[in-house]
């Protein structure tokens, strides 16, 4: 019996040490499951989000794919946006046409086109 009156202090420390470790890993038990179920609740949101808009979504990429043409190399590209500017400025009553590419490409992705004519502007084909 001494010795349990000499050790006491010692075992209620060791006690509380351990609640207060059980506490804490209880603590990080119950984040972690907050953090996972956060988690699959945005998982499924966006899951929800994809099937309501997926017509939504497929026609803005068709979109977006209808504005795009590939091409294999920049003066090609020239050639094909001339003739196509000029048969639909033709066909829009506009006179005097006259499109002058950049003579200087250079290996970017982008050029620039100077288009001027003369006659009426139709918006219908603008915009």
């Known amino acids: ?18 609640a207060l470790c059980l506490t804490y890993m209880n603590y990080m038990t119950i984040q972690k499951i ?6 699959i609740e945005s998982i499924r949101l966006d899951q929800e989000f994809w099937h309501r808009n997926s ?3 497929s026609r803005v990429m068709n979109l977006q794919k209808s504005l795009y043409q590939e091409i294999e190399s920049l003066k090609l590209a020239q050639v094909s946006l001339i003739d196509k500017l000029g048969s639909l ?5 506009v ?9 200087k490409i250079s290996e970017e992705s982008r050029t620039t086109i100077q288009i001027s004519f003369n006659g009426e502007l139709m918006l219908g084909w603008m915009f």
């Open 95 to 103: 006179s005097d046409i006259k499109i002058e590419p950049d003579n």
């Open 34 to 39: 907050v953090s996972q179920r956060s988690e």
């Open 89 to 93: 400025m033709s066909s829009s009553g």
């Open 1 to 18: 019996m001494s010795v349990f009156k000499k050790y006491r202090w010692l075992i209620l420390i060791f006690a509380w040490a351990g």
């Open 55 to 57: 017509a939504n979504i």
